[in-house]
């Protein structure tokens, strides 16, 4: 997966082109696109999940809806100013595609692995029909002095588990990239439909002695 300077953030998804390239900045005369692929998940419901591509890795001038691709890379995320707040954008940062046939079902269409710390205190709750959640916020080192800072999602057993965990932790999780769709209030008459991206968890591991 990748070189091994990236191991601690690991991306691997394969899915549908669902829309066209939007710009998103430039580094050092590089330009940098937003698409959007849809991954399907086994309940016949598709993540809808941003990939951030390089115009040197893709042609970003054609269209390819509709046409697969395998996507090898890193989930990041940096902080957009907005309403007097910030707020954390989160997309898939692609080292490597491929165009492929379409996924067959027995297909790992979607997986994550990563390293990183508890940088915030989980937060641990049930649903009104008892299943146990806990939200975690991960840090993840990258070059240059940099984090991203990603929200993952444990359930049943592994939310107890991370409920226990405290800031500063070391932990390894795998698991799977999902959207969710919700409605953000705007003010007193206005609201918007918004999606979160999380990382579905499977699999926590905590790293400290």
């Not at 999902?178 to 999606?195: A, C, G, H, P």
Request: aromatic share 12%; net charge negative; with cysteine.
């Amino acid at each position: 997966m990748g070189d091994r300077v990236f191991e601690n953030n690991q991306v691997v998804i394969a899915g549908e082109i669902v829309s066209g390239f939007s710009y998103s900045h430039e580094v050092y005369g590089e330009g940098f696109y937003m698409v959007e692929v849809a991954v399907n998940r086994l309940s016949n419901y598709a993540d809808y999940i941003p990939v951030m591509v390089s115009e040197r890795l893709i042609d970003v001038t054609e269209n390819y809806e509709g046409h697969y691709i395998c996507v090898v890379g890193q989930f990041r995320s940096y902080n957009r100013h907005e309403e007097k707040k910030n707020r954390l954008v989160l997309s898939v940062f692609a080292r490597e595609i491929e165009f492929i046939d379409e996924p067959g079902e027995d297909v790992k269409s979607n997986q994550i692995f990563l390293d990183g710390y508890i940088c915030k205190e989980p937060i641990y709750r049930k649903t009104p029909l008892g299943r146990e959640i806990a939200d975690l916020l991960i840090a993840v080192n990258r070059s240059y002095g940099k984090s991203d800072y990603i929200p993952c999602i444990c359930w049943g057993r592994n939310a107890r588990y991370a409920s226990g965990f405290s800031v500063g932790t070391h932990v390894q999780i795998w698991g799977r990239i999902q959207s969710r769709e919700y409605v953000k209030k705007l003010n007193e008459f206005e609201t918007e439909k918004r999606i979160a991206y999380e990382v579905s968890v499977s699999k926590v591991d905590c790293m400290e002695e």
